[in-house]
Structures are given as C-alpha cells and as structure tokens.
C-alpha cells in the first residue's frame, strides 16, 4: 500500500528540545516537501528537496533544518531556535518538482510549551 | 515575491446553495492545482489546470483557469455537507515552488 507517513501523529515537547519529526514515502518520488499549518492558515513552505542529498530553504526555514540522506525519507529538526514551533507540520512528495502534483502525510501535531 | 490571493477567507452555506472560491496571482502561472483539506485531516489533490482559459468538470465541481493564468476559481453546484473543509489553489509561477492560497474554509448547514 503506498502512501506517505508521519510519525507521531501527535506531539508534546518542552520548550527548549529539539525535536525530529518523521516522513517516509514509498511512493518512489523524486521531491519531497514540509509545510507548516498553524489553525485558520495556509500552508507555508519550510524546506523542500528536489533530490537525495539536495535541499533548499523554503519561506520559513529559519529554526527548522532537514536531511535526505535516503529517497524514501526526508526528516524535519525543529530546533530550540524556532520561536513559536507549535503548528500542525505537514510533509508531502510529487513524482518531481515541476509539473506534478502533492501527495500530503496525515501531518504531525507538534506542541511545545 | 509571487503571492496567491484566495477569496473568500470563509463562506457559509445552506446546503444546496452553491459556492465559489476565487485564486489570484500577482505572476503569470504555469499550471495550478487545487486541493481540499477536510477538518482536521491533511490537504488532498483535487485537480491541475495548465492551458490559459481552461475549463474541468469533476460531478459539481467546476475549475476554471483564467485566460491570462493569473487567476482560478472553483465553484461547486448544490453543495452537501460531504464537501465542507478548506479549498486550497496552489500555483506555480516560473521557479520551482509551488505557492499555497490561504484557503477558503467551506461551512455548510444542513
């Protein structure tokens, strides 16, 4: 059954932690992305790879970093350095990175306080 | 930078009544897709839309693509309760990201 993942579903950290969130894809795509969604927004763009080993920054990079070490695989570090980290964050694939559309993870709840 | 517009923010409804959300964008896009996220669930693709005055039907949903490619709507006949959630259009300007509207969230009573 191929798809995307997410894991946790949901999340509670203290203030201060830094965190991993987990996407997986057995979707054999090219691209993958996360967003962040906080409650009644849009989505906003954190880090997005076109390739293994090749990431970009997206709008909101600042406080998040990622690796795609592994196709399949594509975790996102919510540091310590992220001012407000609790959102809802959500991880997508596209076969590539220009015509195609987004399949999106069931997301990860983060909340720090 | 490219910006998408999405109007309206909300709009409630009376079940049967139909509805329209409209996307707009301060470049030229390439192609843009819609998408709907049901509450509480994660956004699902709905449709791509490439050719300048492009028009798709799916059941009540209709996705037009303005002839300058600088703006969308969709618009759904009869609404029913099944189609409340956030409508989200997504355009794709001449790089390589892909930019989200801030969604218009459907209510609808029965």
């Known amino acids: 059954d191929g798809g995307i993942t997410q894991s946790p579903k949901y999340l509670f950290r203290k203030e201060g932690q830094n965190v991993t969130l987990s996407c997986e894809q057995n979707?054999?795509?090219?691209?993958m992305y996360w967003y962040r969604q906080d409650p009644g927004q849009g989505l906003r763009l954190i880090y997005y790879?076109?390739?293994?080993?090749?990431?970009q920054k997206g709008d909101i990079a600042e406080g998040y970093s990622v690796s795609r070490e592994k196709k399949e695989s594509f975790p996102l570090t919510v540091t310590s350095a992220q001012k407000n980290p609790t959102a809802f964050y959500l991880c997508a694939s596209s076969i590539d990175g220009t015509t195609y559309e987004q399949y999106f993870g069931p997301g990860t709840r983060l909340t720090v306080t | 930078g490219q910006q998408v517009m999405q109007i309206p923010q909300y709009q409630h409804v009376q079940e049967g009544e139909d509805f329209t959300t409209y996307c707009n964008s301060s470049t030229t896009l390439s192609n843009i897709q819609w998408y709907k996220q049901r509450p509480g669930g994660h956004p699902v693709f709905l449709i791509q839309l490439v050719k300048s005055g492009e028009v798709k039907k799916q059941k009540r949903l209709t996705f037009q693509f303005g002839e300058a490619k600088k703006n969308s709507s969709l618009h759904i006949t009869a609404t029913q309760t099944t189609d409340v959630g956030t409508y989200f259009c997504a355009g794709r300007g001449g790089g390589f990201k892909t930019i989200f509207g801030a969604g218009t969230r459907l209510f609808v009573k029965a």
């Open positions: 979707l054999n795509h090219d691209a």
């Open positions: 790879s076109q390739i293994v080993n090749d990431f």
